[in-house]
């Protein structure tokens, strides 16, 4: 272990030797899980770059909770840090452990914030001002998530919202899967302590307040920041809050909503002999001329015997990744065309006949449309 904190004093410090045995043994029989348990100590992990993340219990805990604080302690540690791997953690120890006795008290997630950390425990962390016993105002506050006094000359707000479509399609060319995960987003330059509403073309609040139910949404799996009045929601689904300062996420949701594919991909596969055959994609645009596509990519799965791949692109560039098993079709800016743009490549086998066993044959897509 690099680092370890124990909060309660009710575990044995050297029981965080059985986890990486238990890791290895595991993936070696294949079925390694997020919580693993020897004894009466469970382990909840998450692994980030080249760090596994553990925390420990013996107790009923709530498993959500242990997971949501693991990924909001390499959010804070990357904040500090920019990068989180061994190196900057064996670099900054004193910084590690300021963190680890604010971030959690005796169990509990306490401040977890990390622009209000930022205030009190800085890069220098052997400077650390230890003598003044003032805790600050910030983590006592009401509104612990935003400083007191702050001034703009030009108050601004600024958001994003950010929609993935993720979409199922069989061979028939019918939509098995369609849903829109979304995120709102904000850059907030507000002086003060701002109160702020904002309004959504949600179908419960229309069928509230019994107006037109022409072009809502019915939002799904909603979550929050902290700033928002979760009582304020419940009651007539206004979103009031008194915003942090600078970047945050808002809010995020899930749509189920029949969309269609923004690019139709169609595949045809040609078997010459044996040991050759030519596989030919086809993807075409769905979206409207004023939207681009950027970064289009293409995965088209092959057998993995596959060899001496080559390919012909009418747009865009591709390549073989073996490890993978896939042809990678990549389109920086993908035009819309009529015909489509195509794919054309041929395989050849190491094998007299290809090896077809455990072959998925479905063809991910994934892009960025503006």
Same mark, same amino acid.
């Given at each position: 272990?690099?680092?370890?904190? $124990?909060?309660?004093?009710?575990?044995?410090?050297?029981?965080?030797?059985?986890?990486?045995?238990?890791?290895?043994?595991?993936?070696?029989?294949?079925?390694?899980?997020?919580?693993?348990?020897?004894?009466?100590?469970?382990?909840?992990?998450?692994?980030?770059?080249?760090?596994?993340?553990?925390?420990?219990? $013996?107790?009923?805990?709530?498993?959500?909770?242990?997971?949501?604080?693991?990924?909001?302690?390499?959010?804070?540690?990357?904040?500090?840090?920019?990068?989180?791997?061994?190196?900057?953690?064996?670099? $900054?120890?004193?910084?590690?452990?300021?963190?680890?006795?604010?971030?959690?008290? %005796?169990?509990?997630?306490?401040?977890?914030?990390?622009?209000?950390?930022?205030?009190?425990?800085?890069?220098?962390?052997?400077?650390?001002?230890?003598?003044?016993?003032?805790?600050?105002?910030?983590?006592?506050?009401?509104?612990?998530?935003?400083?007191?006094?702050?001034?703009?000359?030009?108050?601004?707000?600024?958001?994003?919202?950010?929609?993935?479509?993720?979409?199922?399609?069989?061979? $028939?060319?019918?939509?098995?899967?369609?849903?829109?995960?979304?995120?709102?987003?904000?850059?907030?330059?507000?002086?003060?302590?701002?109160?702020?509403?904002?309004?959504?073309?949600?179908?419960?609040?229309?069928?509230?307040?019994?107006?037109?139910?022409?072009?809502?949404?019915?939002?799904?799996?909603?979550? %929050?920041?902290?700033?928002?009045?979760?009582?304020?929601?419940?009651?007539?689904?206004?979103?009031?809050?008194?915003?942090?300062?600078?970047?945050?996420?808002?809010?995020?949701?899930?749509?189920?909503?029949?969309?269609?594919?923004?690019?139709?991909?169609?595949?045809?596969?040609?078997?010459?002999?044996?040991?050759?055959?030519?596989?030919?994609?086809?993807?075409?645009?769905?979206?409207?001329?004023?939207?681009?596509?950027?970064?289009?990519?293409?995965?088209?799965?092959?057998?993995?015997?596959?060899?001496?791949?080559?390919?012909?692109?009418?747009?865009?560039?591709?390549?073989?990744?073996?490890?993978?098993?896939?042809?990678?079709?990549?389109?920086?800016?993908?035009?819309?065309?009529?015909?489509?743009?195509?794919?054309?490549?041929?395989?050849?086998?190491?094998?007299?006949?290809?090896?077809?066993?455990? %072959?998925?044959?479905?063809?991910?897509?994934?892009?960025?449309?503006?």
């Amino acid at each position: 272990p690099l680092i370890c904190r $124990n909060y309660k004093g009710d575990l044995d410090m050297t029981e965080i030797d059985h986890f990486m045995p238990l890791v290895v043994q595991r993936e070696e029989e294949g079925n390694l899980t997020p919580l693993l348990v020897h004894g009466k100590i469970h382990f909840l992990w998450i692994k980030h770059s080249n760090l596994y993340l553990v925390a420990l219990t $013996n107790k009923n805990a709530n498993a959500s909770l242990v997971y949501s604080f693991l990924y909001k302690m390499v959010e804070v540690f990357t904040e500090y840090f920019k990068e989180l791997e061994e190196e900057s953690i064996r670099d $900054n120890f004193v910084i590690v452990y300021e963190l680890l006795d604010e971030i959690m008290d %005796f169990g509990f997630p306490q401040t977890t914030d990390s622009k209000i950390l930022q205030e009190y425990i800085t890069q220098q962390g052997n400077k650390l001002e230890t003598a003044k016993s003032r805790v600050p105002t910030t983590v006592t506050n009401a509104v612990s998530w935003r400083s007191e006094g702050l001034k703009y000359k030009k108050n601004e707000v600024f958001i994003d919202v950010i929609e993935s479509v993720n979409l199922l399609v069989n061979t $028939n060319g019918s939509v098995l899967l369609s849903e829109i995960v979304g995120s709102v987003k904000l850059k907030v330059f507000l002086s003060g302590m701002p109160e702020l509403r904002l309004g959504l073309n949600d179908r419960v609040l229309f069928e509230l307040t019994g107006r037109n139910k022409n072009k809502t949404v019915e939002l799904e799996d909603v979550k %929050f920041h902290q700033c928002v009045r979760l009582s304020r929601f419940e009651n007539d689904r206004t979103i009031s809050f008194i915003p942090p300062d600078g970047d945050f996420e808002l809010m995020s949701y899930r749509l189920n909503t029949q969309v269609k594919p923004l690019i139709w991909i169609e595949s045809v596969i040609e078997k010459f002999t044996h040991s050759r055959l030519e596989i030919m994609v086809k993807a075409k645009g769905n979206f409207k001329k004023q939207s681009v596509a950027n970064n289009v990519e293409i995965s088209v799965p092959v057998p993995s015997d596959a060899d001496s791949p080559k390919f012909k692109t009418s747009v865009g560039s591709a390549k073989y990744v073996p490890e993978k098993n896939v042809v990678v079709w990549t389109i920086k800016s993908f035009p819309i065309a009529e015909a489509g743009h195509k794919l054309k490549f041929e395989l050849k086998f190491s094998q007299l006949s290809g090896d077809w066993s455990n %072959f998925d044959p479905s063809i991910p897509v994934r892009e960025e449309l503006t």
